[in-house]
């Protein structure tokens, strides 16, 4: 993967952001020759579109990239920057763009040189960028080399993506970093109250564990809990294979979260940060909880199980009870939780929850900032009555089929007393667009990168 700036560019080649309405301008710019060849090219600057310029010699003079109307600016993000891959080998310059759009075109252009290579060699991206004057350079190769870590988890398959090389993949982030890491594993989250963490992963062979990942020595106190369960297959309420068939990706909230902590901590903010991922498999054996169970979290809430697929908020109930202990200052979550956010907003968008009105404008106010899209959702408090089964203290899957994303979010709300933001994301593109190949993909994360500064006083 080259997910760098060039940053000796000397002799750069120019590459120009061209409008639609714009055309005609720089054509007339260009010599004669080379505005012919653009005019019989038939490029009109459509988002993303591209032309190679060629010089009396053959070589590349220029290249043009269209930037498309306002409209399809509107609808598509990273079309600039995604221009990358059908750009032949050079080094260039960005002409023609400045502020937030010269940003997000060069963070595009770094994730555009993203492969995912591990099982099959890939063709990979030659054309490189001049590190564009204007933009904090090293902060979007780190916002890059985060997300490209959240793409790589994601997209490795259970097979090679249990809990024990997912805990491989955070102590090897503590040890680039300096973080103290700790890892409760099998029967010793019955001895230290994780309880539900033990229960979902119990009846896979590779044991469930709780990782606790911490850095920072001062400052406010972030806690981020990541999902991170490597297979569902729903235990015993089995999944169809449809349901089943993107279940390595159900520990995209771990996957985000690691690629934030990352972020924070290659940024060298100053705050106190706790990482905390209950790494399970939901497997099916003779020791596998069951429908109708009753289970009793670490905060003491007994919680009946009407479906051993909603296993997710079962293990997030006890990491975030956990982390609350401490009264942090925010409390993150970040899940690929239900299948009723992906109804609401499609993939594209990351929904989150937030208990205080402020943080959550702050986080919207970054996403449309910096091209990470998010939608809040209501912590809706008339349906809290949905989560409670009377047998127990909670329902871990009400019944009904009415806002299954809600009601996750009140589930686990009441884990937390601190103030929490929860994201139900997705964590999968499910067709290449520009600068997300189809596969793994972080979300929020940005937006969260942006928006947290203010939000925690940094």
């Not at 006890?318 to 609350?324: G, Q, V």
């Not at 998010?374 to 349906?383: A, L, S």
């Given at each position: 993967m080259s997910m760098t700036f060039d940053r000796a560019a000397a002799g750069a080649i120019p590459l120009i952001v061209v409008t639609?309405?714009?055309?005609?301008?720089?054509?007339?710019?260009?010599?004669?020759?080379?505005?012919?060849?653009?005019?019989?090219?038939g490029f009109a600057a459509g988002a993303g579109e591209v032309v190679v310029v060629p010089d009396a010699s053959g070589a590349v003079a220029c290249a043009l990239v269209g930037a498309g109307t306002a409209p399809a600016r509107a609808?598509?993000?990273f079309q600039i920057g995604g221009a990358r891959s059908r750009l032949p080998a050079g080094t260039y310059r960005l002409e023609g763009l400045e502020g937030r759009a010269l940003e997000e075109a060069a963070l595009g252009w770094l994730l555009d040189g993203y492969r995912f290579g591990r099982y099959a060699s890939q063709k990979p991206v030659l054309a490189q960028l001049a590190a564009p004057a204007g933009v904090d350079a090293g902060r979007l190769e780190i916002l890059a080399a985060s997300e490209a870590l959240t793409r790589d988890l994601i997209n490795t398959p259970a097979s090679d993506m249990g809990p024990d090389e997912l805990e491989a993949a955070a102590r090897g982030l503590a040890e680039e970093f300096g973080a103290k890491l700790e890892v409760t594993r099998g029967d010793q989250l019955l001895a230290a109250n994780l309880p539900m963490i033990h229960a979902v992963g119990r009846a896979s062979d590779r044991a469930p564990r709780l990782i606790d990942m911490r850095w920072g020595k001062a400052g406010p106190t972030l806690t981020l809990v990541g999902k991170g369960v490597c297979f569902d297959t729903g235990g015993l309420d089995i999944?169809?294979?449809?349901?089943?068939?993107?279940?390595?990706?159900?520990m995209g909230g771990a996957a985000t979260v690691l690629g934030l902590a990352r972020s924070i901590m290659a940024l060298g903010w100053k705050l106190r940060l706790r990482v905390l991922i209950p790494a399970v498999e939901n497997a099916i054996a003779g020791n596998a909880f069951r429908p109708q169970d009753i289970l009793?979290?670490?905060k003491g809430l007994t919680v009946e199980i009407n479906n051993t697929d909603a296993e997710g908020r079962l293990v997030l109930a006890?990491?975030?009870?956990?982390?609350?202990e401490e009264s942090p200052d925010l409390v993150l979550s970040m899940a690929t939780l239900t299948g009723a956010a992906r109804v609401a907003v499609g993939p594209d968008l990351a929904p989150f929850y937030a208990t205080s009105d402020a943080t959550a404008a702050a986080i919207a106010a970054a996403a449309a900032q910096v091209a990470d899209p998010?939608?809040?959702?209501?912590?809706?408090?008339?349906?809290e009555a949905l989560i409670e089964p009377g047998i127990a203290n909670l329902d871990n899957a009400p019944g009904g089929g009415m806002?299954?994303?809600i009601t996750a979010a009140l589930f686990l709300r009441r884990f937390v007393a601190a103030p929490y933001v929860h994201f139900d994301i997705y964590g999968w593109q499910p067709t290449a667009a520009p600068a997300r190949p189809k596969g793994g993909v972080g979300q929020g994360a940005r937006a969260l990168v942006e928006a947290l500064p203010s939000v925690l006083g940094l």
């Open positions: 639609p309405e714009g055309l005609e301008h720089h054509r007339a710019q260009l010599p004669k020759a080379q505005a012919a060849w653009v005019a019989g090219s609808r598509g993000r999944k169809g294979a449809a349901s089943m068939g993107l279940m390595k990706k159900d009793t979290s670490r006890d990491a975030l009870a956990l982390a609350d998010v939608w809040r959702m209501p912590f809706h408090d008339p349906y806002a299954g994303s």
